[in-house]
């Protein structure tokens, strides 16, 4: 009896995780292609799991105010976030004094999808090919305007790294978000748009946008038309906007190893790929290994880029 009383006061075991409901906080607003695919993932581990995996939306300050309610948390496999590859290789190195490492409070658990960067322009500009819109940028008075999600996004850094390889200058225009900066440039206020694929989907499948290049390593599916940077003989205009599950620091390597495994499973299942395809996204599978160098080479790469547009933080 003393036996049995133990055993059932004492701490649950990983092999009962989970044993109640397991919380994602996704750093991003609803309704884009972030909160799509948290919600694929939390539906999937509410099945295989037999708990509710619910997503609770937690946006603002880069993804730092959900990844930093998590970290704080204690790691027991009820705690996740779902972050980008801006969060863990480009806020860091911008702001050091953030007083928030992801390397070092968080836990790599899952890479989960990713969209390319395409650069875009008004159907009305007259630019038809990659070519065109270079000899458009060189000729100019004046730099061209664009579009991306902010300061120090993933498309201001592909713009900025194209503008030096060609030898133009651009007028980088920030927005909040990709949607203003969109309707902007259809309304033909600005030159063009550094933004995901995801993001202008719609726009390029509706003809409003023509889609010049984008920085995949191929050519995508649903959007065969628009040739990669590399074809194009930039190989080095190469990156894509990720995005990944994270819990806190000190997730036991069981928990990890289970969450990354189905991960894996329900992103890679042809329903999902084609689902998302459509959308501009590109699902993948890795380990946690993998996705920690993926995150260390990134952050690598993107430094000196940083470095040279001044975005570091003194």
Not at 1 to 26: E, F, G, K, N, T
Not at 84 to 98: A, M
Not at 169 to 190: C, M, N, W
């Amino acid at each position: 009896m003393v036996s049995a009383l133990s055993c059932w006061l004492a701490p649950a075991r990983a092999d009962d995780w989970p044993s109640r409901p397991v919380r994602i906080i996704c750093t991003f607003a609803a309704g884009g292609a972030a909160d799509i695919l948290a919600r694929i993932v939390a539906d999937h581990l509410s099945t295989v799991f037999h708990q509710p995996f619910i997503v609770e939306t937690r946006a603002g300050a880069a993804g730092v105010i959900g990844a930093q309610a998590v970290a704080n948390t204690v790691p027991d496999g009820y705690n996740f976030v779902l972050v980008s590859v801006s969060l863990l290789s480009l806020v860091p190195v911008e702001n050091p004094r953030l007083g928030f490492d992801p390397r070092r409070d968080l836990t790599n658990v899952a890479y989960v999808a990713g969209s390319p960067v395409v650069l875009s322009v008004n159907k009305a500009s007259g630019m038809k090919t990659l070519d065109d819109f270079v000899a458009r940028a060189k000729a100019s008075d004046k730099p061209l305007t664009y579009s991306s999600s902010g300061v120090g996004s993933m498309g201001h850094l592909v713009a900025e790294l194209f503008a030096r390889k060609i030898g133009a200058r651009f007028e980088h225009v920030p927005y909040k978000g990709a949607s203003q900066g969109l309707t902007d440039l259809v309304g033909g206020h600005i030159a063009f748009s550094a933004q995901t694929v995801s993001s202008t989907s719609a726009m390029l499948t509706a003809g409003t946008l023509i889609g010049l290049a984008q920085t995949g390593k191929t050519r995508m599916k649903d959007f065969p038309a628009i040739p990669t940077f590399a074809e194009l003989g930039h190989g080095d205009v190469a990156s894509t906007v990720w995005f990944s599950i994270a819990g806190p620091a000190g997730l036991p390597p069981d928990i990890v190893a289970k969450v990354n495994r189905e991960i894996v499973r329900v992103m890679t299942a042809p329903q999902n790929q084609d689902r998302l395809s459509k959308l501009g996204v590109v699902a993948d599978g890795m380990s946690p290994q993998e996705l920690d160098a993926l995150v260390a080479s990134e952050t690598a790469r993107w430094k000196p880029v940083l470095e040279q547009l001044g975005l570091i933080e003194k």
